[in-house]
């Protein structure tokens, strides 16, 4: 057919018909595919705008025209031609190649003689470009409406998103509003801002179980006047010094003077922040002279104290160093109590008089030193392990994040007693410790460079360097 018909048309167009059983490599699109076929195909002129080649796709239940620029206006029917294709699939799958390949040659010829008689290559081209330029723009036209489509899926999603986020809040607000808590002296002050709250309210809704029960709502409504509103009342009062703001912010912090404060302000019209001044700087007076007593006894208390039965026989010959770590760990205790209002709340909230703290103060020393002890003998022989071994102290404060280190501490700290513990034991502790942390971190980031930093005894360990805030790597 190439030589004796389609070589005498104009252009010298060629043909040729490739059957493949499915689209080849495996997995590849099918229009790749035929497209691949077309270009590839033995034509003496690969490149030339009028070749044709019809591909038979088995396994796809495909037949295509392809075919080059020029000759689209011819094509572009046969290949939307179902019923036709449908019949040379079944001659092919039958087994009746030679009818199906004669059927289809003489289809491709007969309109390809009928184009050229008709209309000549000139205007076949010119019909060709015109409708690749409509597909282009059918293809550009499909591209906005699926642009605007999704556009509008997206706006109507976000439409919904707002709705229900509106719908949940305002909901959130009614559930919390209706327990009806808000004090009317809370409500008259020209400082409280009701939209201040509600966004306070909107942000900690999940804090607080979304305000579904009425303890729920006093609580949010007690640390959302703890935390904003209080201070920006204490900030108004010019006969408040800057350091007594500082002191009644602070001392609201402590629990029990911030829910004393938070009933008595609200029960009571009479009560100010003014009365409440008062109380707290004579409070901190003798908050700060029961301190000093406390610490200023505190180094006899422990020098005094025998300590021999609660540590391991093998260890006694640590027991300045223990009295040392007892005597610190104490002392920040008791500075921290001190710091956080606790010993401000017993004068003021329980209504302890100095001398009557002073009655007590055997009894707080001696409950400060037995909550410490554990704390301070642990220190020290997790320093005789670091004395032993720097590499592990190394390791612990340099290499770990700020959980993972809390991970290390704790886990070394289980089952530690002062009683029981030797430090050869404590170290194997650390050693198993450290391996089982560096282990889960390397697990956790597979995918990170391993630094090898020491061998021990017993398998090599890597650890993953994740640097916290003060790391010197």
């Known amino acids: 057919m190439n030589k004796e018909k389609f070589s005498i048309l104009e252009g010298e167009p060629e043909y040729g018909v490739v059957i493949t059983q499915d689209v080849e490599p495996e997995g590849n699109r099918i229009d790749l595919h035929i497209e691949n076929k077309f270009r590839n195909f033995d034509f003496k002129i690969r490149e030339a705008p009028v070749n044709i080649v019809v591909v038979f796709v088995l396994a796809q239940n495909e037949i295509s025209f392809a075919h080059g620029e020029k000759l689209t206006s011819i094509f572009d029917p046969l290949n939307k031609d179902l019923e036709l294709k449908a019949r040379l699939l079944d001659l092919v799958k039958s087994g009746n190649y030679n009818e199906a390949i004669i059927e289809v040659s003489d289809i491709v010829y007969q309109q390809v003689e009928q184009a050229y008689l008709g209309k000549g290559l000139a205007t076949i081209s010119k019909e060709s470009d015109k409708l690749r330029d409509e597909y282009v723009k059918q293809q550009e036209y499909s591209k906005i409406r699926y642009l605007l489509l999704f556009t509008s899926i997206l706006v109507i999603v976000f439409l919904v998103y707002i709705f229900y986020y509106r719908y949940k809040n305002s909901r959130v607000k009614q559930d919390f509003y209706m327990h009806g808590i808000l004090p009317d002296k809370l409500l008259k002050d020209a400082l409280f801002d009701q939209k201040d709250l509600d966004h306070w309210l909107q942000n900690n809704r999940k804090f607080y179980h979304d305000y579904t029960n009425k303890n729920e709502a006093i609580r949010a409504l007690?640390?959302?006047?703890?935390?904003?509103?209080?201070?920006?009342?204490?900030?108004?009062?010019?006969?408040?010094?800057?350091?007594?703001?500082?002191?009644?912010?602070?001392?609201?912090?402590?629990?029990?003077?911030?829910?004393?404060?938070?009933?008595?302000?609200?029960?009571?019209?009479?009560?100010?922040?003014?009365?409440?001044?008062?109380?707290?700087?004579?409070?901190q007076k003798v908050s700060e002279a029961y301190t000093e007593n406390l610490l200023s006894s505190l180094s006899k208390v422990i020098s005094e104290k025998s300590i021999e039965d609660e540590i391991l026989e093998s260890k006694w010959i640590l027991l300045p160093q223990y009295k040392l770590s007892m005597y610190e760990e104490a002392k920040s205790v008791i500075e921290a109590r001190h710091e956080n209002g606790d010993?401000?709340?017993?004068?003021?909230?329980?209504?302890?008089?100095?001398?009557?703290?002073?009655?007590?103060?055997?009894?707080?020393?001696?409950?400060?030193?037995?909550?410490?002890?554990?704390?301070?003998?642990?220190?020290?022989?997790?320093?005789?392990?670091?004395?032993?071994?720097?590499?592990?102290?190394?390791?612990?404060?340099?290499?770990?994040?700020?959980?993972?280190?809390?991970?290390?501490?704790?886990?070394?700290?289980?089952?530690?007693?002062?009683?029981?513990?030797?430090?050869?034991?404590?170290?194997?502790?650390?050693?198993?410790?450290?391996?089982?942390?560096?282990?889960?971190?390397?697990?956790?980031?597979?995918?990170?460079?391993?630094?090898?930093?020491?061998?021990?005894?017993?398998?090599?360990?890597?650890?993953?360097?994740?640097?916290?805030?003060?790391?010197?790597?």
């Open 343 to 473: 010993y401000l709340a017993e004068n003021m909230i329980a209504n302890l008089s100095y001398e009557q703290l002073l009655d007590g103060l055997s009894d707080e020393l001696e409950k400060v030193c037995s909550n410490s002890f554990k704390t301070a003998i642990f220190k020290v022989d997790l320093g005789e392990v670091y004395k032993l071994e720097p590499i592990y102290k190394e390791i612990i404060e340099n290499d770990f994040s700020d959980e993972d280190l809390s991970e290390v501490m704790s886990s070394i700290r289980i089952g530690y007693r002062t009683d029981l513990t030797s430090i050869p034991k404590l170290k194997e502790v650390v050693r198993v410790t450290i391996i089982n942390i560096q282990e889960t971190i390397r697990d956790r980031k597979k995918h990170q460079k391993t630094v090898v930093r020491f061998d021990f005894v017993e398998r090599e360990v890597k650890t993953i360097l994740r640097p916290k805030s003060k790391n010197r790597f």
């Open 222 to 283: 007690k640390y959302y006047c703890l935390y904003n509103y209080f201070p920006k009342k204490i900030n108004q009062y010019r006969a408040i010094t800057d350091q007594q703001k500082s002191l009644l912010k602070k001392s609201l912090m402590n629990r029990k003077i911030g829910d004393y404060f938070f009933a008595n302000y609200f029960s009571d019209e009479e009560y100010t922040f003014l009365m409440f001044n008062t109380m707290i700087v004579d409070a």
